[in-house]
């Protein structure tokens, strides 16, 4: 979404930015306006109210036009406040960037520095920076733009502290790139957004503190009008003549209001998390917007989905990453769902419990029954008390589902105490004894254990145990050993495997390692551009594959002691989801495809096996009727 689009939807910063637009036109007009000289005195006409014969808004106590006076002065404040914001920027960004860039000594140095000046009550200092300087706008302008260094320079340091330590930092140090290249190309526009988002919060203080200054004399001086120095000129006639302090006074409301306004605007619009997901937060469930017929529940499948279908909206696209999506798990059963990456098994996973992020994600049909229950039209309140206690997941990266500030013992005793009003030492003892069925040696020294302290392995049993803690009915595991080596990986496939025997948990388990999945599925989907292209027992499936797709996907798996074959990959790459072609989306890369398949929808077809292909390797044990309706 473009940043005025996003802008445009806070009302507040939309009104901010019409007045300060006009203000800023007003200032630059000025000159061309036929106004009356602002520095011209008639005393015989003093204090003149508003609405008087040549002079809209009155006169001050020297007779001047105040009309004229307010122009000049609000552009001449503005003018100010900016330049002093924008030297306060990029003297402050410079600063921060190279202390915390450099870190050590040279941060030690600066930031003591910095520190220092921030030691002072700001107005105390821009006082002593215009007594040493002496009056006059400019030295006000200098004073501003010195007091408000610091805070710029602290910012822009923490955000770089950050950026330095990145692996895009060190990689480019890896390349040869000299510190000056790296601060200019890789840390600098990082911290673009956030030198903005600081400049559009602060101008509007900025200009105040430099009406400050003119008001208490040290900034502009006689005759020269800014908002400052009018408001301190007409102090004395506050109760005779209100009229003369009310008129700047306005104007630096105003356009403080109109600033402030704005600067949160900008600031919000600014933030790339906000980007896609506009300006709210996400749903605390998956967006439903169903259209067509809800499919009923039906067989004996503990958890099965039926035709669903997820979306995601991004400004004019829709992105159909599951197209209708049907599949089915029995108690102690374990599914496989293997794809190309991109082909939708994360969103498959993700809609069942509604965890797809709304916005951009919408489902836009068909439905997911858990024991008949239809979830995808359940309420917050229902899916919260499922997720984790029927159904819970386990996924690829547990570093990043794990807290790090909080011992794997009290994160595992919180999840049983959120479906379970059990005490701390009861949690405590259960929280063991998951440590234990998951195999973690020493489990009472592991409990009080962070997550950094542990191994990728050890993380992984975590997420398990994690997913485990309520004796959940079905685990949907997503690639939960892909970052796995092979030893712990094996020892993570049994330990699943144990546990649907023991338990007669039901398993989803999404992979693209074919291996994982003749070891531990019993059933095998395979998903392409967001659909089931092929369903069936996982050894039938993996022998004498039915369609193209998985044919040619099988062949690209080496085989260890097969010696040495010519691998072939799939040539072309999936299709984007938001510009699917018609007929079957595998078409473009198949080898077998004819005019037939480029046409209409194709149906997936068959019995226990199941194929949506029209030129099937091995025709499944179709039932005629379907073949026949699916070529139509
Ligand atoms: N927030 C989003 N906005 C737009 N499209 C998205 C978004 N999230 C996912 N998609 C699209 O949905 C499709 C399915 O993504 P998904 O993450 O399910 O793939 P995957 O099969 O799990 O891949 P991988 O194996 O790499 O995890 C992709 O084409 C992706 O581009």
């Given at each position: 979404?473009?940043?005025?689009?996003?802008?445009?939807?806070?009302?507040?910063?939309?009104?901010?930015?019409?007045?300060?637009?006009?203000?800023?036109?007003?200032?630059?007009?000025?000159?061309?306006?036929?106004?009356?000289?602002?520095?011209?005195?008639?005393?015989?006409?003093?204090?003149?109210?508003?609405?008087?014969?040549g002079a809209l808004l009155g006169t001050d106590h020297l007779g001047r036009d105040l009309l004229s006076r307010l122009l000049w002065g609000t552009r001449l404040s503005l003018a100010v406040g900016f330049a002093a914001a924008v030297i306060a920027a990029v003297l402050g960004a410079a600063v921060g960037i190279v202390a915390g860039y450099y870190g050590g000594r040279v941060d030690?140095?600066?930031?003591?520095?910095?520190?220092?000046?921030?030691?002072?009550?700001?107005?105390?200092?821009?006082?002593?920076?215009?007594?040493?300087?002496?009056?006059?706008?400019?030295?006000?302008?200098?004073?501003?733009?010195?007091?408000?260094?610091?805070?710029?320079?602290?910012?822009?340091?923490?955000?770089?502290?950050?950026?330095?330590?990145?692996?895009?930092?060190?990689?480019?140090?890896?390349?040869?790139?000299?510190?000056?290249?790296?601060?200019?190309?890789?840390?600098?526009?990082?911290?673009?957004?956030?030198?903005?988002?600081?400049?559009?919060?602060?101008?509007?203080?900025?200009?105040?503190?430099?009406?400050?200054?003119?008001?208490?004399?040290?900034?502009?001086?006689?005759?020269?009008?800014?908002?400052?120095?009018?408001?301190?000129?007409?102090?004395?006639?506050?109760?005779?003549?209100?009229?003369?302090?009310?008129?700047?006074?306005?104007?630096?409301?105003?356009?403080?209001?109109?600033?402030?306004?704005?600067?949160?605007?900008?600031?919000?619009?600014?933030?790339?998390?906000?980007?896609?997901?506009?300006?709210?937060?996400?749903?605390?469930?998956?967006?439903?917007?169903?259209?067509?017929?809800?499919?009923?529940?039906?067989?004996?499948?503990?958890?099965?989905?039926?035709?669903?279908?997820?979306?995601?909206?991004?400004?004019?696209?829709?992105?159909?990453?599951?197209?209708?999506?049907?599949?089915?798990?029995?108690?102690?059963?374990?599914?496989?769902?293997?794809?190309?990456?991109?082909?939708?098994?994360?969103?498959?996973?993700?809609?069942?419990?509604?965890?797809?992020?709304?916005?951009?994600?919408?489902?836009?049909?068909?439905?997911?029954?858990?024991?008949?229950?239809?979830?995808?039209?359940?309420?917050?309140?229902?899916?919260?008390?499922?997720?984790?206690?029927?159904?819970?997941?386990?996924?690829?990266?547990?570093?990043?589902?794990?807290?790090?500030?909080?011992?794997?013992?009290?994160?595992?005793?919180?999840?049983?105490?959120?479906?379970?009003?059990?005490?701390?030492?009861?949690?405590?003892?259960?929280?063991?004894?998951?440590?234990?069925?998951?195999?973690?040696?020493?489990?009472?020294?592991?409990?009080?254990?962070?997550?950094?302290?542990?191994?990728?392995?050890?993380?992984?049993?975590?997420?398990?145990?994690?997913?485990?803690?309520?004796?959940?009915?079905?685990?949907?595991?997503?690639?939960?050993?892909?970052?796995?080596?092979?030893?712990?990986?094996?020892?993570?496939?049994?330990?699943?495997?144990?546990?649907?025997?023991?338990?007669?948990?039901?398993?989803?388990?999404?992979?693209?390692?074919?291996?994982?999945?003749?070891?531990?599925?019993?059933?095998?989907?395979?998903?392409?551009?967001?659909?089931?292209?092929?369903?069936?027992?996982?050894?039938?499936?993996?022998?004498?594959?039915?369609?193209?797709?998985?044919?040619?996907?099988?062949?690209?798996?080496?085989?260890?002691?097969?010696?040495?074959?010519?691998?072939?990959?799939?040539?072309?790459?999936?299709?984007?989801?938001?510009?699917?072609?018609?007929?079957?989306?595998?078409?473009?890369?198949?080898?077998?495809?004819?005019?037939?398949?480029?046409?209409?929808?194709?149906?997936?077809?068959?019995?226990?096996?199941?194929?949506?292909?029209?030129?099937?390797?091995?025709?499944?044990?179709?039932?005629?009727?379907?073949?026949?309706?699916?070529?139509?």
């Amino acid at each position: 979404m473009s940043f005025l689009a996003l802008l445009a939807r806070n009302r507040l910063a939309l009104a901010g930015l019409v007045v300060m637009a006009l203000v800023v036109a007003l200032a630059l007009v000025t000159p061309l306006l036929p106004l009356a000289d602002p520095d011209v005195t008639d005393t015989g006409n003093r204090f003149l109210p508003p609405f008087s014969e040549g002079a809209l808004l009155g006169t001050d106590h020297l007779g001047r036009d105040l009309l004229s006076r307010l122009l000049w002065g609000t552009r001449l404040s503005l003018a100010v406040g900016f330049a002093a914001a924008v030297i306060a920027a990029v003297l402050g960004a410079a600063v921060g960037i190279v202390a915390g860039y450099y870190g050590g000594r040279v941060d030690n140095l600066i930031m003591r520095g910095v520190d220092m000046l921030m030691a002072f009550p700001y107005i105390l200092l821009a006082l002593a920076i215009v007594a040493a300087l002496g009056p006059g706008l400019l030295n006000a302008l200098i004073a501003v733009a010195a007091v408000n260094i610091p805070f710029f320079a602290r910012n822009i340091r923490g955000i770089t502290v950050g950026i330095a330590h990145k692996e895009f930092v060190d990689a480019a140090k890896l390349a040869g790139m000299g510190d000056g290249r790296i601060i200019l190309s890789e840390v600098l526009p990082n911290v673009i957004p956030v030198i903005v988002i600081a400049m559009s919060t602060t101008v509007g203080w900025m200009i105040l503190e430099t009406a400050g200054l003119s008001f208490l004399g040290l900034g502009s001086q006689p005759p020269q009008a800014d908002l400052g120095s009018m408001l301190g000129e007409a102090r004395s006639a506050l109760i005779t003549n209100p009229h003369t302090s009310v008129v700047p006074g306005m104007m630096i409301l105003v356009i403080v209001m109109a600033i402030n306004l704005l600067g949160d605007g900008v600031r919000d619009a600014l933030d790339p998390r906000l980007r896609s997901g506009a300006l709210s937060r996400p749903m605390a469930a998956t967006m439903v917007r169903r259209e067509g017929p809800v499919p009923q529940p039906e067989g004996e499948a503990l958890l099965a989905l039926r035709e669903l279908r997820t979306e995601f909206h991004v400004k004019q696209r829709v992105y159909r990453a599951l197209g209708g999506v049907s599949l089915g798990v029995r108690p102690g059963e374990c599914l496989g769902i293997i794809g190309e990456s991109g082909s939708g098994k994360s969103v498959t996973a993700l809609s069942v419990m509604g965890l797809v992020a709304s916005p951009p994600g919408v489902i836009a049909g068909g439905a997911v029954h858990y024991r008949g229950e239809d979830l995808v039209g359940a309420t917050y309140e229902r899916l919260r008390s499922l997720r984790g206690r029927e159904i819970a997941y386990i996924f690829q990266d547990p570093l990043a589902t794990l807290h790090p500030l909080y011992t794997v013992g009290d994160q595992l005793a919180e999840a049983i105490r959120v479906h379970r009003g059990v005490s701390r030492g009861e949690a405590r003892s259960r929280t063991l004894a998951l440590l234990r069925d998951v195999r973690i040696p020493n489990a009472e020294s592991r409990l009080d254990s962070y997550p950094h302290e542990m191994s990728g392995g050890m993380r992984q049993r975590v997420g398990i145990a994690m997913a485990l803690a309520n004796d959940p009915q079905v685990i949907i595991a997503d690639e939960p050993t892909t970052a796995l080596d092979v030893t712990v990986q094996a020892q993570i496939l049994s330990l699943l495997d144990t546990l649907r025997r023991e338990k007669g948990l039901a398993i989803v388990f999404i992979t693209h390692d074919f291996g994982v999945v003749a070891q531990l599925c019993d059933r095998v989907a395979v998903m392409y551009a967001g659909r089931i292209v092929e369903e069936g027992p996982t050894q039938a499936v993996l022998e004498t594959p039915a369609h193209p797709y998985t044919r040619r996907l099988i062949a690209c798996v080496p085989e260890l002691g097969e010696g040495k074959r010519v691998l072939h990959a799939i040539p072309g790459l999936p299709p984007a989801v938001d510009a699917l072609p018609p007929g079957c989306a595998f078409a473009p890369r198949c080898d077998k495809a004819a005019e037939a398949c480029r046409e209409g929808d194709v149906a997936l077809h068959g019995g226990a096996r199941k194929v949506r292909c029209l030129f099937p390797e091995t025709a499944p044990e179709t039932d005629p009727e379907t073949a026949a309706e699916a070529a139509q």
